[in-house]
Structure formats: structure tokens, C-alpha cells
């Protein structure tokens, strides 16, 4: 691979995975604002005003670290990737800006609202803005996914006699198949992410005994929404999302798999390692003829293997790979583990066992991780296409950006966010240490 | 959208750039700072948005510009990141130290972004090395040319006067005496910028650019400039800083478009060769898609507009401490 090439893919997936951990945490913890804003609305028990508050406080955190390393992405589409912005921008670009126009403005405006307080915007009006808060970020998170399931399923296009696309139908961009089952899932990750973090921290309250009443509501919350979430993540978003994948980038699917000779009745590989120089699977696990029925739901189908692909339209195969295993395999665990949390409030030992306490608040970056392998699968399993059949990734980068500035500002880069991510660690710490409190001022 | 940018981000960067010198004390510069902090992080999104805007019109130009100006792009990011950073931070820690260290980094990354965007802005209008295949060629020293040192200086001087006019309608005091008198400094320096770069612009471009000669209602917009001069030193009187607000944020909604006269109908005009400049008419969208993104963002820029103003509204009068954050 090109020299220049890899330096642009390594600053944006950088950069990009930075920023992509904190609107995971917002897109789901607005929904749990909303809920607890709506909550105390119905039942007027302070305990959910006073969680509601607490929680946009971490948002409020979190939604700013997430607008600053967002603005980045944006920019890098026109100074790394010049090439794909001038190819595509007319029609990938719909949805950019929107997120931007309706989405932000909807978050920001309404998170400094609520924010306000109740005494100061009225009842009513702090409700609503609870509801415009997870509003905003879910539409957001919309956008994005749009805008990126364009480069995973390129829809509503002509091209052009130049050789650039041209949009023909924008509904079709925006209600592509392929974002909607990607949308479901990603959000369901984000609700599921919500659900872990707001059970650690209110696991931490309850182990070093302080705030008993906000920790039990949090756990609990945690607990309840957490089994829900957990299997609607493997069924039907993620199996659905699969279902996409299958049908239209068989590549991934088979890099994901390990899949590497085209089979009927192809099996299940649960645990093992790929070996590109063989083209096999190392040490295998299989159920048999399972995959073939994920896939199309026939025990006997046929499912296309690597190899019946040119070797440079393969994906990176063992990174596709590992990082799909890994984002099942924390799946499971989490479904295990809150299916545990739900015997346990059953038998009313949640507030009580120390050890589920301790796991939960110690697998608060899990679901984190998971989100980040996922989102791996999804963005180097579209490998080597920057837009899947159109356009290669080593034909829409910057070609009058060398290298060595690319290294030098990536340098820069993990600088800034190296600091970043210690004052974000700070202003979190110093939140959770105050604890969640009445009618305490925002920025104290 | 960016005329919008500028006028709104503009005066908080303004603000950013004279704090120092301004805001004497911790309590005078947290009421600075509280009287751009209900809004600055909205102003932001305008550029964020205008960004977007560009992607789906030109995508030539934003891809030809981002990539041309890499470094420099790169740069303002960081500095926005420092400004944004030091605004929240500030307030985070009490200790005198910690906070001067803020209040240098909000002095630093506003006066470069003001510099930075001026400089870019001086670029555009003086034209860039655009080759063949439409992108461009040079380096980032050649940006720093001298007469886009001369435009970015200009774009600090209009902007801090913008910003002492925003820091004269939101404080009282002290702090509202020293916003009057800088206001009266910086309206002479901006004169004699504005003077200055308009000479340098016709020895520049030799001549007086095109659209003057085909539109000479053109030349309206140009004389607005000297309406907002004029306008200002009519609102020196300290009763006036509404007013010397409004005269602010005309000459720079007239200082932008005159510079988008002057390259007109360039967007980024090629000093190679006149053929290969991008215009809008090369490097536009399709009309479909230049109707669709209109449409679906006009609703959206009507429901900011009033967002903005009730927010601009809720906030609006004299800033008391205690009040604000920060």
C-alpha cells in the first residue's frame, strides 16, 4: 500500500474512533434522560428529576467532547480524502449538513434548556426539552449512519459524463435499506452502552455507600433495560444488520467468517484463527451448517467463500475477523451478565451482591469496546472500496498531501487527544464525586 | 452562511482577542466570558453547517481548498479545540494560575483563528496556484504572502472592534468604560486597514475587478463598507453601543460580500491561468441536488434563526455575575 494512503487511513480511523466513543454514550444516555425527565413528570418523585439532572450533566460533558472531535471528520473529508469529496460530495454531502442544521441545533439548544432547570424554563417546557435532547442525538446519530451507509450501499445516483455522481433521488439516500438495519443496531449499542455506564456508576454509589436511593434506581434501571437491550442487540438488529451484509457485501461477510472456500451448508466458526497464506482456519470450532442458515435461513444454502473473489478485493481478513469474534463474544457476555443482574433483583439480592456490583462497575468499558469492533467490521470489511463498488479507497485520498504532514498533524493529533481524554476523565470524576444533587447549579 | 459566521463568531473572537487587555481582573473576565458563553458554541455550528453547505454545493472547491490548505485547515482545528477547551475549563479550578494559563490560551487561539481566516480570505481574493487538473499547488509559506498578512490583520482589527462593541452592549462598569475607549482605538485602526487594504486589493488584482464593470450596481455593496466606518464613529457617544453593535456587524457583512464581488463568479480563482480558476459554475452540484439540499435546509436554518434569536433574547441585557457559569 501507497505510503500517503496508509497515512490518511490511519489518521481518519484515529481520529474517528476517538470521536465515535463519545456519541455512543450520548445517543443512549438521551434516551435515559428523556425517561427519567418523563418519569418524574408522571410519577413527581424527586429521585427521577434529581437522576435526570445528573445524567445531563454527564451529557452535557460528553455531548461537548463529542462536538469538538466530531469538527474534525468534517474537514477531514475535504483535506484527506479531496478526491472522494470531489467524486461524491454532491450526494453523500445531503445528509452532512443536516445533521448539522436540525440535529446539533435540536441537542444543543435543548440541552441548555434543560440544563436551565425547571425553575427557571417551567415544568412543561424542561420536559420537552428532555425529549428535544434524546431527539436530537438520535437524529443525529441518523444522519451519520446515512451518510456512511451510502459508502457501504451506494443508492440514488447517476453518474455523470465527468465521472462523479450526481444525486437523483435523495429519499433514496436517506431511507437506504442498508442504514436503516445498520441505524437499529448502532443505537441499540448506544442504548445498551447507556445502560452499563449508568449501572457502573450507580454500582460505584452503592458499594462505597453513598447516595443509596440513586444507586438502587440506577442499577435497577440498568438491569431491566440492560436484558431487553443486550438480546434485541443480537436479535433483530444485529441479525438484520447481518442480512445486509449478506446481500450485499458477500466479501465481509465471508472476511467476518473466516469463511474462505465457497460451501454448501457452510458452517458456523465460533472460535479460530485465520491464516490468509493457507486460506484456512486454524484450531476451528464450528457448528455445522449454521452459517449458511443465519445467512439465508436454509441449513443448506450455499455461501460464497474469499475465494471466489480476486485476492485485491479481499478485506483485511484476520482484523474483519477478530473484531467481529470480539464483538459477539462481549455480546454474549453481556447478555449472560445482565440475565444474572435479572435473577438476582428477582430474588432481591441485586442491592446486596457485592461480586455483581463490583463486575458491573468494572465492565463499564465493555460495551464500549464492543461498539468500537463493530464499528471496525463495518468500516474495514468494506475494505478495499471507499464506496462499495465505485470507488477505492487508495483513489479518494488527498494525492497533494504528503505523507509526512499526514504523520505530523496524526502526531498532533494524539497529542491534543491524549489531553483531551485526561481533563474529560477529570470533569467526569468531578461530577460523580458531587453525586447526584437537587437543584445543583450545572457549572459549579 | 458565512457572512453569518463571521458577524456571530466574530464577536466572540473579538471579545477573545482583547480580553486581556480589557478585562483587567478575574471578575471583569468572568463577565466577559459570561457574555459570550450562552452563545459561542452555537455561533461555532454556523461554520460547522456552512461546511456542510459546501460539501453538497461545490464539493470541487471543498475538496480543492481543504486539501490545498492542509496544514493551515489542521491549524484551526487545534485552535478551536484550545479556544473551546480553555473556555470550560477556565471556570473548573480557582487557582489564579490556572486560570491566567486559560485566559492566554482563549488570547492565543482567538487571535490566530481571527489571523487564519483572514489570511485564507486574503488567498482567495488574490488568487491561488490552481493547476490543470484543478488542484492546487504551493505551500503553506506561500500562504503568508504579504497581502494576506495584510487581510488577516485587518480581520483581527474588525473583528476585536466588533467585539469591543459586543463587550460595550453586555457590561457595565469598569469594564463597559474601557470596551468605549477601545472601541474608539480600534474604530481608527480599522480605518486605516480598511484604507489600506482596499489600495493593496487594486495593485493586487490590477484593476477593478470584473463584476464592477459588468453590474455597476455593484458598486452599492463597497460603499456599504464606509456606511458601517461612518455609522460607527456616529455611535461613539457610550449611550450608543447598540448602535455601534449594528455598524459593526454591517461593515463586516460588507466586507465579506465585497470580497465575494471581487471574485465573482470565482470561487477560488486560479492565478496559472484564468481557466482553470473554479467557479460555480464548474464546480456545482447538479441543479437536482442544489434544490434538494436547498429545501431541506431552509426549513432547518428558519428553525436555528429563531432558535438563535431566543436564545440571543433569554440572555439579552447587561451580564451580572453569578448568573453565568462561568
Redesign the interface.
Known amino acids: 500500500m501507497n505510503e500517503a494512503v496508509f497515512a490518511h487511513r490511519i489518521q481518519f480511523a484515529f481520529t474517528v474512533m476517538f470521536h465515535y466513543l463519545f456519541p455512543i454514550l450520548t445517543m443512549g444516555l438521551g434516551f435515559f434522560i428523556a425517561l427519567f425527565s418523563t418519569l418524574s413528570l408522571i410519577t413527581k418523585n424527586k429521585r427521577y428529576a434529581e437522576a435526570a439532572s445528573f445524567w445531563a450533566r454527564i451529557f452535557a460533558v460528553n455531548f ?1 467532547l463529542g ?2 472531535t466530531g ?2 471528520l ?2 477531514e ?4 480524502w ?13 445528509t ?7 440535529a ?2 435540536l441537542e ?2 435543548f440541552l ?1 434548556m434543560f440544563l436551565a432547570g425547571e425553575k427557571r424554563v417551567g415544568r412543561t417546557l424542561h420536559w420537552i426539552s428532555g425529549l428535544g435532547v434524546a431527539g436530537g442525538s438520535l437524529l443525529s446519530g441518523y444522519f451519520i449512519v446515512a451518510t456512511n451507509a451510502w459508502m457501504q450501499h451506494p443508492v440514488g445516483y447517476v453518474m ?1 459524463p465527468m465521472g ?1 455522481v ?3 433521488s ?1 429519499w433514496a439516500v436517506l431511507l437506504n435499506p442498508y442504514a436503516i438495519w445498520q441505524y437499529a443496531h448502532t443505537i441499540n449499542g448506544a442504548l445498551l452502552t447507556a445502560a452499563f455506564v449508568i449501572g457502573g456508576i450507580g454500582a460505584f454509589y452503592l458499594l462505597s455507600d453513598r447516595h443509596r436511593e440513586f444507586g438502587m434506581l440506577s442499577v435497577k434501571t440498568a438491569v431491566v433495560a440492560g436484558v431487553i437491550l443486550s438480546i434485541t442487540q443480537l436479535f433483530p438488529t444485529g441479525d438484520l444488520n447481518g442480512a445486509s451484509v449478506v446481500r450485499y457485501q458477500p466479501t465481509k461477510l465471508a472476511a467476518m467468517e473466516g469463511l474462505f472456500d465457497t460451501v454448501q451448508g457452510a458452517p458456523l466458526a465460533i472460535i479460530g484463527m485465520p491464516d490468509t497464506q493457507t486460506g484456512k482456519l486454524i484450531d476451528p470450532i464450528y457448528v455445522p451448517q449454521f452459517l449458511s442458515f443465519l445467512a439465508y435461513g436454509n441449513f443448506q444454502a450455499t455461501v460464497d467463500g474469499l475465494n471466489s473473489y480476486a485476492r485485491e478485493l479481499w478485506p483485511p481478513v484476520e482484523l474483519t475477523y477478530y473484531c467481529y469474534h470480539i464483538m459477539v463474544g462481549l455480546g454474549t457476555i453481556f447478555i449472560a451478565q445482565m440475565l444474572i443482574g435479572l435473577f438476582l433483583l428477582w430474588r432481591r439480592k441485586l442491592y446486596s451482591s457485592r461480586w455483581f456490583l463490583w463486575m458491573l462497575m468494572l465492565t463499564i468499558p465493555f460495551p464500549f469496546i464492543a461498539n468500537e469492533a463493530g464499528w471496525t467490521v463495518a468500516e474495514v470489511g468494506r475494505q478495499p472500496w471507499l464506496v462499495y463498488g465505485l470507488m477505492k479507497t487508495a483513489a479518494g485520498t ?4 504528503a505523507a509526512g ?1 499526514t504523520i505530523f ?1 496524526t502526531m ?1 493529533f494524539a497529542g ?1 487527544y491524549a489531553t ?1 481524554s485526561i ?1 474529560f476523565l477529570f ?1 467526569v470524576a ?1 461530577i460523580i464525586h458531587r453525586g447526584p444533587q437537587e437543584g445543583a ?3 459549579a | 452562511m458565512l457572512t453569518a459566521y463571521t458577524v456571530l463568531d466574530g464577536y466572540d473572537l473579538g471579545v477573545g482577542s482583547l480580553s486581556l487587555w480589557i478585562a483587567r481582573n478575574d471578575e471583569e473576565r468572568r463577565m466577559a466570558l459570561n457574555s459570550i458563553g ?1 452563545v459561542w ?2 455561533n461555532e ?1 454556523w461554520l ?2 456552512a ?3 459546501l ?2 454545493s461545490f ?2 472547491v ?10 493551515a ?2 491549524l484551526v ?2 485552535l ?2 484550545l479556544r ?2 480553555s473556555i ?2 477556565r ?2 479550578i480557582g487557582n489564579p494560575l490556572w486560570r491566567e494559563l486559560w485566559d492566554a490560551g482563549f488570547w492565543v487561539g482567538s487571535v490566530l483563528l481571527a489571523l487564519l481566516l483572514g489570511v485564507a480570505l486574503g488567498n482567495i481574493v488574490r488568487g491561488l496556484p490552481i493547476g490543470i487538473d ?4 504551493g505551500t503553506f509559506a506561500q500562504m503568508l504572502n504579504p497581502y494576506a498578512l495584510l487581510t488577516g490583520i485587518l480581520t483581527v482589527v474588525v473583528l476585536a472592534w466588533h467585539g469591543t462593541n459586543y463587550l460595550r452592549v453586555k457590561t457595565e462598569g469598569a469594564l463597559f468604560a474601557r470596551a468605549v475607549r477601545w472601541s474608539h482605538r480600534l474604530w481608527w485602526i480599522a480605518l486605516v486597514m480598511v484604507v489600506v487594504v482596499t489600495i493593496a486589493t487594486f495593485m493586487v488584482l490590477s484593476g477593478t475587478p470584473r463584476t464592477f464593470h459588468v453590474y455597476p450596481a455593484a458598486w452599492a455593496v463597497p460603499l456599504l463598507i464606509l456606511a458601517g466606518l461612518v455609522w460607527g464613529v456616529l455611535s461613539r457617544g457610550a449611550e450608543r453601543s447598540t448602535s455601534a453593535f449594528r455598524s459593526s456587524a454591517l461593515l463586516i457583512v460588507a466586507l465579506m460580500l465585497t470580497a465575494a464581488l471581487t471574485i465573482f463568479p470565482d470561487l477560488l480563482p486560479s492565478t496559472v491561468n484564468p481557466q482553470y480558476s473554479l467557479n460555480i459554475y464548474n464546480s456545482a ?2 441543479p ?2 442544489l434544490r ?2 436547498l429545501i ?2 431552509v426549513f ?2 428558519i ?2 434563526i429563531v ?1 438563535s434569536t431566543y ?1 440571543h433574547r433569554v440572555f439579552h441585557g447587561k451580564v451580572r455575575l453569578g448568573e453565568g ?2
Open positions: 461537548a462536538v469538538v469538527i474534525p468534517e474537514f473529508f475535504g483535506t484527506n479531496s478526491r472522494f469529496s470531489s467524486f461524491g460530495g454532491g450526494v453523500f454531502g445531503q452532512l449538513p443536516l445533521e448539522g442544521v436540525y446539533f441545533f444543543s439548544g441548555g455523470d462523479r450526481q444525486l437523483k435523495f488527498s494525492a497533494n498531501v504532514e498533524t498532533g491534543i483531551l481533563l470533569l468531578r447549579p450545572v457549572h | 450562552p458554541n452555537g455550528v460547522v453547517a461546511g456542510g453547505m460539501v453538497v464539493p470541487r471543498y475538496a480543492v481548498a481543504f486539501s490545498g490548505f492542509y496544514l485547515f489542521m482545528l487545534w478551536l479545540v473551546g477547551v470550560e475549563l471556570s473548573q484543478g488542484y492546487f499547488k452540484s447538479s437536482h441536488a434538494v439540499s431541506a435546509n432547518g436554518m428553525a436555528v432558535y436564545v457559569h462561568y
